[in-house]
């Protein structure tokens, strides 16, 4: 995701703003909103600090970032030597005296890492038990209700994580989404056990798998948790070490461990419910101890910020009285929290939201399909899904089957309430009796449907197959259909030739007759013309005879 300052069509300062308006409606003073910035400053403060062992010995470090530390100096309220000696030394306690020791640069800055994260840990828990005090209907409430209260807790967790490269934060959140996912399938399968036993429908078909192998490998004896613990308190402990372990002791063809050949020593991967995850377990022991040293609590007990100062009572320093750290290992204390958290849940009625982001870039109007759908596995909708969908994938009302189905057999209409679920088996028993059927399902003695109170379940297959013959019925249909219009139509234009033809006889009959009137009067004409020239003709010859009779007689 590329780096911005602005989000959601606001800036930075917006947001800033909002925040602190959200905290003024839960009656946060300025001074307080003020306590706590500068809380935070100081935790980030504190990463700033860096350690060289250069001018002493191997086990020995002085901070090389003196700006820096002048900065924190003025954050604390404290002075500079009086720092100093507590991020550089560790008090060592044994029976007989107490002294300090120096601490090499990366010791050192390990510990200043912890302290930040713990720090943090509990002023974070600090803000959400003020806004719950300040939400809670049994300290707000003034009337004269005295209960039963209820609760609305919201929960909002990363999804589960798959990256380039996978550690132990990966680790964790998957850990925590593997859990959800357990609940959530339980959940699941209660609400379809509820359904199908108000339907009537037998749930022996019904097979449900679950994450509980991978929560065994993560939290059983002698799992990822203690394997780690295990390697964590051990002197030597390393990373190396912890994987060839855990691929020895725990790593059989029947759990979700794997590792692939090409996986580098370090590497291991698991078979989560939403796919496998390859994770490097570099760093898995220096971030599971999180040692917090004695020392660094002084530290923090002293500051003068009194939200820090207030977070580090005397209780800890009293409780780990010749101890040289404060705390337990990262995972087991996440382990516990979640066990709480999960208890918590399990008391509730819990609904689930799944927040899909349609692309990476944030663009709006634009969804990217393949981005959307490993989010969807990643979330476990896939396997809710299939959860769902067990023994019986589909689902429809009896109403519905029967105006949608009905058609098959030739009925149509509405039935009454008690008659329908009968005629819904009888129909779809005459209609599913085909051969061609019963070869398309994979195991043809399981019954293909299965008639409920108000809905018809569907195996595999059979809901496609009838779809199938309503589609084909439809097809015939619309088939007879075309036929009879193209018959009708194509009558239609014969009888419209027809009648042209018709009108085109009668109307050339009497344009002939026209013609041949005109033709016998001209014919006619024609005829008297000839008949004058051959009378004319038989004039002039009968005249030339006469001249030539007088002729002769004149000469004799």
């Known amino acids: 995701v590329p780096c911005t300052n602005v989000l959601e069509w606001r800036s930075d300062a917006e947001h800033w703003e909002e925040i602190l308006g959200v905290l003024d409606i839960f009656n946060f003073q300025a001074e307080h909103v003020q306590e706590l910035v500068d809380a935070l400053t100081i935790i980030l403060q504190w990463g700033n600090l860096e350690w060289d062992g250069k001018g002493h010995d191997e086990d020995g470090s002085t901070i090389v970032t003196p700006a820096e530390l002048t900065v924190l100096s003025e954050l604390m309220r404290l002075p500079e030597q009086d720092i100093m000696p507590f991020l550089t030394h560790k008090t060592m306690v044994t029976p007989e005296e107490t002294y300090r020791v120096p601490l090499p640069p990366g010791v050192a800055k390990d510990n200043m890492n912890a ?8 002023l974070f828990r600090h803000l959400v038990k003020i806004i719950n005090d300040r939400t809670s209907a049994e300290k707000n409430y003034h009337n004269d209700y005295k209960g ?8 909002d967790i990363t999804g589960f994580e798959t990256c380039e490269e996978n550690n132990f934060e990966q680790l964790c959140i998957n850990h925590t989404n593997e859990k959800l996912q357990y609940k959530f399938t339980l959940d699941l399968f209660h609400l379809v056990k509820r359904e199908y036993a108000a339907e009537g429908v037998d749930l022996a078909t019904i097979t449900i798998t679950d994450n509980t192998a991978v929560l065994s490998l993560i939290e059983g004896k002698a799992g990822l948790i ?7 308190v051990r002197p030597g402990g390393n990373d190396k070490a912890y994987v060839y372990k855990l691929l020895n002791h725990v790593g059989t063809d029947a759990t979700p461990l794997f590792k692939r050949r090409n996986d580098a020593e370090y590497q291991f991967g698991i078979r989560h419910y939403a796919g496998n995850v390859t994770y490097d377990a570099r760093g898995f022991v220096v971030r599971n101890r999180d040692t917090l040293p004695v020392d660094l609590v002084q530290l923090a007990s002293r500051c003068g910020n009194g939200l820090i100062k207030s977070l580090f009572s005397e209780n800890d320093l009293k409780q780990n009285v010749g101890r040289t750290w404060v705390g337990v290992t990262v995972w087991s204390k996440f382990r516990d929290r979640l066990s709480e958290l999960m208890t918590s849940i399990s008391a509730a009625d819990a609904r689930y939201v799944r927040c899909i982001v349609p692309n990476r870039q944030m663009i709006p109007g634009v969804t990217d399909l393949k981005y959307a759908l490993t989010q969807l596995r990643y979330a476990g909708v896939m396997s809710a899904i299939t959860i769902a969908r067990a023994s019986f994938p589909n689902r429809m009302t009896l109403e519905l089957a029967w105006e949608r189905f009905g058609i098959l057999e030739g009925k149509r209409g509405l039935l009454q309430p008690k008659e329908i679920k009968t005629n819904v088996h009888n129909l779809l028993t005459n209609v599913l009796k085909s051969d061609q059927f019963s070869d398309s399902l994979d195991d043809s003695t399981k019954q293909p449907f299965v008639c409920g109170s108000t809905r018809v379940y569907f195996r595999s297959g059979t809901l496609e197959y009838l ?43 009497k344009k002939s007759m026209k013609k041949y009137k005109s033709f016998r009067k001209t014919l006619s004409l024609i005829m008297g013309i000839n008949h004058k020239r051959r009378q004319n003709s038989k004039l002039v010859k009968e005249r030339s005879k006469k001249k030539q009779g007088r002729r002769r007689s004149d000469s004799i």
């Open 148 to 155: 039963p209260f209820h609760t609305v807790g919201l929960l």
């Open 226 to 232: 203690d394997l780690l613990n295990e390697e964590t």
């Open 115 to 122: 302290l930040a994260k713990e720090t943090y840990a509990r």
């Open 467 to 509: 779809e199938e013959c309503r589609l084909r019925l439809y097809e015939n249909k619309a088939t007879m259909i075309q036929r009879l219009f193209r018959q009708n139509e194509a009558k239609a234009k014969l009888s419209i030739l027809q009648k042209e033809a018709k009108l085109m006889q009668q109307n050339g009959k």
